[in-house]
């Protein structure tokens, strides 16, 4: 039996609280041999003094050696097996701009295109139009109507739009439209089962009724589709845990990420501290709290370990709030590790800190890499993160007599 | 999913070296409680350095408290479940001579017999009879002829040779002719499904055949088969890792185990210093080099502390000629432990290190068995090993957007 499938069985509502903080990319490494990495250079007093109070750990993301995009990232921190809750690249998209994808959606990534007057593609990018230009047109798609199914449509960023069609029974097994080259019309979507025949028959709809709506436009006159998917359909935070969860977060993709696993979103929040503040705001009305800040990240890929130090005091420095509402489990960590000397994510453990009353001390005197190779969490997959946070939040029952 | 097969995915090509130094039976224990094992108690300044400058760990070659074989225990070093991927005892002993089993082989250790009169076992093992003696024998029945099916007789060690089959649509799932008693006939091979009733016509019509060319021999006058095996098929290093893997060692067994996954066996060392000279001379050819040292192996099979203590001594001092080379990544590790007060494998962990740009500074200062507890690799299975060689060497493409 899966650890998911255990503790699902195993919970129990009580009314504690539980807060994971997340900095996105948080591990790091030195830039000179045996220096320290970015989180041993920041100064972090109220980390180091959660260290004192909790447990560390070294969190292995997917398994040793394998770098996470943000998807498989989020979906381990939250408990569900990354490699076999696979999303879809539509369904991905979708959720990079905070759509919440329902049971009966099929998502699909669009390109806008550009057709000479036998049809075929002379620009698979329609000349990179840019994002203010490609709005308007991806929103004016939003006219189309197609009997027995809802429509979504969700400008991206330059030529790329995300589809969302919602309907009864609508498979996700389609094959692209995009040729991959010029001089070709676009393909016919292609279903690969029969429950996708349907969805085949609505893009080409979609298809026709947007080429009417985009004739005349100079770059953008015709549109690719890839990456068709349904919805992954994973069980919700309150089925498997029973918590009513809450999503903090600045970006439309984590606020995806945590609308798959049943989490609400709350608040528009547009800084760090702004998201303490829907925090507070929050706090009486659920059981746990999703924090995510991405300038740890976003500094990490830039490859400026200096400034990513610095996003690494910033978030120290909200810590007193968070600790001032006494949640009964505290958990900081990341997704993934963006060392600045790689620029781009790793595949290296993640610094985690578990603080609750019920922990066991480790001798651990501060939170950074070094110190978590020998705190009490040991070197752990991040799947266990929700069963030891539910745990210490006395949410688990015993399991057998 | 397992990981071998994300690994597979992701893999992405580059010009990175990687060489995994395998010093058979490395780990060992103290004599006297307390004191050092083999490890601890060698002077091995140039290993001591590698563990400054890379990540340690205590690798568990199959699961805790399982000692592994050699096959096994190799299989885990090179990435494939050795629980899963089973070598049959013929392909084992075939292996064993380093004969390179291929798709359409079957294998099947072979004893010589005695035989009376009346064609039932007097001596199942031939008087034991020499090397020396039989050896010419196992050569004769080269000259067996079956149509459509390719034979090759390879000489094992005093009664024992092993045959190899080479045809289309062979199965390997036969009962042994090794009746286990004397006073009565070998058995007759029995297939155990379609695709090895084939075999079994061409085991009956090889024993007939060997049986007129044994005809008059003092003590082999017979054989029986056991240990039926196709070849186990796993795929190659270069499917599964996009690696031209080159095997350096001097004993048939580890030639014949790293065949099976598809490395080239190069050079014809016969001491440690002319595998290293190989290593120089085909540096160039390929992207990952395995490199068997024995020795630490047979002195802690021979249950001798200091000798072993002696041959770890020899492997740290040509470990700067490895490094001279530049390899992106570097492992030392073993197979499994062979500590010297046990004279035999062990169940215990193997001490284990990685060395390349990309490690994270884990504060090992030493390389021992007690050190790596503390390293960053943690406690880790073999077959995790693999992988992060591909993390560091930059060959894992980011698993999930």
Redesign the interface.
Known sequence: MEIQELVRQLKTPNNSKIVMLVADGLGG??VE???P?ELEAAKTPNLDALARRGVSG?MIP????????????HLGLFGYD???C??G?GA?EATGVGFALGPKDVAVRCNFCTLDAAGNITDRRAGRIPSEESAPLAVKLRQIKIPQVEIFVEPVKEHRFVVIFRGEGLGGNLSDTDPQRTGVPPLEPVPHDATSRGTAEIARQFIAQAQQLLAGQPKANGLTMRGFSASPQLPSYEEVYGLRAAAIAVYPMYKGLAQLVGMKVVGQPSTLAEEIDVLEQAWNDYDFFFIHFKYTDSRGEDGNFAEKVKMIEQFDAIVPRVVALEPTVLIVTGDHSTPAR?A?????PVPTLLVADTCRPDGCEAFG??QC??GGL??FQAIYLMPLALAHAGRLAKFGA
Chains 1, 2 share one sequence.
């Open positions: 490494l030195p041999p045996g220096g990495t070294s997917i398994a040793l050696g394998i770098s996470p995009g943000s998807g498989p990232g990354p490699v076999k696979l999303i690249r991905l790689l781009s994510h790793s595949w290296h890499e070094r190779l020998h040991g070197h």
